[in-house]
């Protein structure tokens, strides 16, 4: 079997969650800076969302950065409204500005990536799909591809099933588990650090 990624690997989106967290990231900065004196330093790609956010679950990635500014407050929970300054009212700040901009600007694929699952489909190979994105279904919709793939692992099963995120491997071993390969008879298509 191959297990492909989504974001950054089938479709061009890593750059849409990076410009999303930015935006949340870098407002929230300010708001920090004109409520608290702290010095404003804006969210880097390179420094900030590479090593900190890329990859991992939505509200995991929040405390991530927010732990490498030594910014404390409370980690919230899931429902949290997106006012809330919380990790998870953040994080589901976030969420509202990527679906803002994948509304505008729709969902690019990696034309290389879809013939190669296209070529591995016709040779009997098993294809899944595993990504921490809560928004995976959504986005293989807006492109396309959903029925390219024989199982979807992503944020929502995550959390439903109870399994960890990036870098633990429970997404890519519970795709296998669902196509019926070993895991030492897959691949894993991957593009981030905690992948």
């Known amino acids: 079997a191959v297990i492909f990624d989504l974001d950054g690997v089938i479709t061009r989106t890593a750059l849409v969650h990076s410009t999303a967290w930015k935006e949340m990231f870098d407002t929230y900065l300010r708001f920090r800076e004109d409520r608290y004196g702290e010095p404003f330093m804006e969210f880097s790609h390179i420094e900030d969302y590479l090593p900190y956010v890329d990859g991992k679950p939505r509200y ?3 405390a991530s950065f927010l732990e490498s500014r030594k910014i404390d407050i409370p980690f919230g929970d899931p429902s949290d409204v997106v006012e809330a300054e919380t990790a998870c009212g953040l994080g589901n700040r976030k969420n509202v500005v990527f679906n803002e901009i994948l509304d505008r600007d729709g ?5 290389s990536t879809v013939d190669l699952i296209h070529e591995l489909k016709k040779e009997g190979i098993r294809i899944g799909v595993a990504s921490s994105s809560k928004n995976c279904k959504a986005v293989l919709e807006a492109a396309g591809l959903l029925d390219l793939f ?24 519970m795709a296998c588990d669902n196509l019926g390969v070993d895991y030492d008879r897959s691949v894993i298509v991957e593009d981030a650090v905690s992948g």
């Open 60 to 62: 995991k990635g929040v």
């Open 107 to 111: 969902v690019k694929i990696y034309e």
């Open 150 to 173: 024989e199982t979807r692992v992503d944020g929502v099963v995550s959390a439903e099933m109870g399994l960890q995120g990036k870098p633990e491997p429970d997404i890519f071993t």
